[in-house]
């Protein structure tokens, strides 16, 4: 198959096509952005909504958690947990 007869099949095919209507292409348009807005505005108020409920969280915290120097270190004690397993 050449690249000639690959582009006559091709326009063949997209005659077949169903093409929407000018109108149709205008109010599927028109669709879209209002529901892109919609989203965009709903999940808006929920990011604003968590970030919000989470800074009162942060706030309402103890101070003694808050007051950790960043120049003193802090030791870490690690155990070590063997387990046997009988066969």
């Known amino acids: 198959m050449g690249l000639i007869q690959y582009i006559k099949d091709t ?4 005659n077949h096509v169903a093409w ?20 965009s505005l709903y999940l808006g108020l929920f990011d604003y909504l968590f970030t919000t409920g989470l800074g009162e969280v942060v706030e309402r915290l103890p101070q003694a958690a808050q007051e950790i120097p960043f ?11 063997s387990t046997t397993t009988e066969q």
């Open 11 to 14: 326009q063949g095919e997209l």
């Open 20 to 39: 929407p209507t000018r109108v149709q292409t205008i109010i599927f348009t028109v669709l879209v952005i209002i529901l892109s807005a919609f989203i």
């Open 71 to 81: 120049d003193q270190s802090i030791e870490i004690s690690t155990t070590t947990i």
